[in-house]
């Protein structure tokens, strides 16, 4: 099967256009162990190290990949789009425009136009027929692997999962075919639901922030006493959190699912954001939220001020980090993160 990458910064790729005309869809996560050095010819290195690190991602194995799409996520993203264009050596690059306000009339409209133009562009590159059939089939098959991510999702807080484990379980979802990623799934629900109780060392929090796209910060977490039992994140919850809907034009249903998931910062306005973090909260009985950014992430650094101030005065306890992209273990936030626990009253909440 032929493979088409995609650079997709919110979780706004809709995978299922290239499932339906044939392809596997895989997400380009960038390396965290690799040296930035190729992108860095062409991007500043005070820009996103995440967005450089896909950049240099594609720049080594674009020739496995037989095209790539990259949609319009933040500011990187958007602006990259010509240097991917120029330097990325591929048989096919197209750029998915995205509205920045999700939810409107116009902005379904505009979306809704530009997945035609994917799906002509998809057709006219790799001979391919996509037919609504052909769409709800890939639907559906995209939804069987969402449906096993939200039985995986609700044993994170009765179960002894370690973050490593669900973070690795939400990458199979965006770097593996369909069927294989569901069969993965299976594997890990038969797993995880016989593991033993939630350990009462760990303290379980909702996890948000910019994208993590390695293990190495999960582990972080982990080495902290801290396990995420919710979050909002795009290898996360904002990926599975709603079913794409049935509906008679399977590109209204993608739409309507677009507007459905947990809001990036990237996206206005933030309030609908906060709305799913405060429910999450709440329908979780969770009481502390740990933020998080890449450093020089600018759109969640901005966010997070809105974000802290509306959690804090809920009652929640919140702790902000800006982090570091970089494999190696980060005692410090390591030390931060035990310390705030700590002052909260320690793992029973």
Known sequence: MKTLAYFDSSHDFPEEIAMAAGLAPV??????????????????????PAARSMLTDALAHSGSWDGIVVAHGCDITHRGFDIWKK?????????????????TASAAAFFKKEMELLVRALEK?????????????????????????QRLSALRATRDVPNRDYFDACVKAVTMAK??????????????????????????????????????????????????VRDDLSIGERYYATLIPEKDDPLDALVEYRFSI??????????PRTDFLL????????????????????????????IEKIMKAKGYKYIHLEREFSPVKDTQAINRLEAFIEMQGGAKA
């Open 179 to 228: 069927n294989d990623a569901a069969k993965a799934l299976d594997e890990a629900i038969k797993d995880w639901s016989a593991r033993p109780a939630f350990p009462a060392s760990m303290k379980k929090v909702l996890l948000t922030g910019s994208d993590i796209t390695y293990p190495e910060f999960m582990d972080t977490l982990e080495e902290a006493n801290i396990r995420a």
């Open 87 to 103: 330097h990325v050596k591929t048989p096919f690059i197209h750029w998915l425009n995205v509205p920045m306000v999700y939810g």
């Open 279 to 306: 429910k999450a909260m709440e329908e979780s009985g969770l009481d502390t939220v740990v933020s998080q950014n890449v450093k020089f992430c600018e759109p969640y650094l901005f966010d997070t001020v809105h």
């Open 27 to 48: 997400k380009i996560l960038g390396d965290v162990k690799a040296d930035n050095a190729p992108a860095d010819q062409y991007l500043q290195n005070f820009l996103c």
């Open 125 to 149: 590159q790799f001979a391919a027929s996509i037919t609504p059939d052909k769409l709800r089939a890939a639907i559906k098959e995209s939804n069987e692997v969402k449906s096993r991510l």
């Open 262 to 271: 947990p809001r990036p910062a990237t996206k206005n306005p933030p309030d």
